[in-house]
């Protein structure tokens, strides 16, 4: 009797070797919950983080309590050394890089009349090129047969007054993206993107008046907030093999909103 295909799929993650996973900006939010699922899910990860050690150094501690393998790295990916550090630790660690999750990002609520070069440039330098150096980097040091996601924002799509230059940055991700997966071929490497919405992250609540959120909080249909664990389900699908023949997609994981 044939073996059903199911059994051969089965067979194959058994005997894959243990994959290893950057997280940028893991130390809180979205990252963190990043870092813990593939981590559950059996990967070995780079908790990166900037400024936050303590709280980077208490995910890898869940994560080790669950019985899991991580390490934290510090490294602004804006600088295009520090990310290139990430990658060094990843390989001297754990011998290869299988998956980037370029998910560091930073937002500050501001009209464009009253924005000026400082934000501009912190936007800019972390959203965008932090995400054109960490794939810069994969491009020449990902395994074959690797996993990216990038990030972007549902902003984008609802041109939210007062996130003029935050959506620009994550614009610019989405058509970056769309130019590197082609720049990929034969590497058999799969790049997508998520843009999350309407998440309870602490950078979801910074710089909005209670009044604010309760409002926000029926936008959905689903008249809720998303948690960052369901970014996390979004992520963990995409890196696996389930989502091997997803490339070149960007997938709104918001409720509805838009
Ligand atoms: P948080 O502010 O909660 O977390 C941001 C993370 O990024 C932190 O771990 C922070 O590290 C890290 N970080 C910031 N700057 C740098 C840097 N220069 N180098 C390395 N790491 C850095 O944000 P979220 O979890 O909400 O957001 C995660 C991603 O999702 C972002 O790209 C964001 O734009 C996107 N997003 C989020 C939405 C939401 O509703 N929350 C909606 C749409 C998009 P540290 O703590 O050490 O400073």
């Known amino acids: 009797m044939p073996v059903p295909s199911f059994v051969k799929k089965v067979r194959i993650m058994e005997n894959s070797k243990i994959k290893t996973a950057i997280v940028t900006g893991a130390s809180r939010g979205i990252g963190k919950a990043i870092a813990i699922k593939l981590a559950a899910n059996g990967y070995q990860v780079i908790v990166n983080y900037a400024n936050r050690a303590h709280e980077a150094?208490?995910?890898?501690?869940?994560?080790?309590q669950a019985?899991?393998?991580?390490?934290?790295?510090?490294?602004?990916v804006s600088k295009f050394q520090e990310f290139e550090k990430l990658f060094n630790i990843a390989e001297k660690t754990y011998g290869s890089v299988d998956v980037l999750i370029n998910n560091a990002g930073v937002s500050k609520l501001s009209s464009i009349a009253d924005s000026?070069?400082?934000?501009f440039d912190h936007l800019f330098n972390i959203n965008v090129r932090g995400t054109v150096n960490g794939l810069n980097l994969a491009a020449k040091r990902l395994s074959q047969g690797g996993r990216i996601v990038n990030f972007s924002s549902t902003a984008v799509a609802t041109s939210t007054p007062g996130m003029g230059l935050y959506v620009g940055t994550k614009a610019a991700v989405e058509a970056i993206t769309k130019?590197?997966?082609?720049?990929?071929?034969?590497?058999?490497?799969?790049?997508?993107?998520?843009?999350?919405?309407?998440?309870?992250?602490?950078?979801?609540?910074?710089?909005?008046s209670t009044e604010q959120i309760a409002q926000m909080e029926k936008l959905s249909p689903l008249e809720r907030f998303g948690e960052v664990g369901e970014i996390a389900d979004a992520v963990a699908y995409l890196v696996s093999k389930d989502a091997a023949w997803v490339n070149g997609q960007l997938i709104r994981v918001n409720g509805g909103v838009a």
């Open 116 to 119: 000026d070069d400082e934000l």
């Open 179 to 208: 130019v590197f997966v082609k720049e990929l071929r034969g590497r058999q490497i799969t790049v997508n993107m998520i843009a999350p919405g309407l998440i309870k992250s602490e950078m979801f609540f910074e710089g909005k």
């Open 57 to 64: 150094q208490q995910v890898v501690a869940l994560i080790e």
């Open 67 to 76: 019985g899991g393998r991580a390490i934290i790295v510090q490294a602004d």
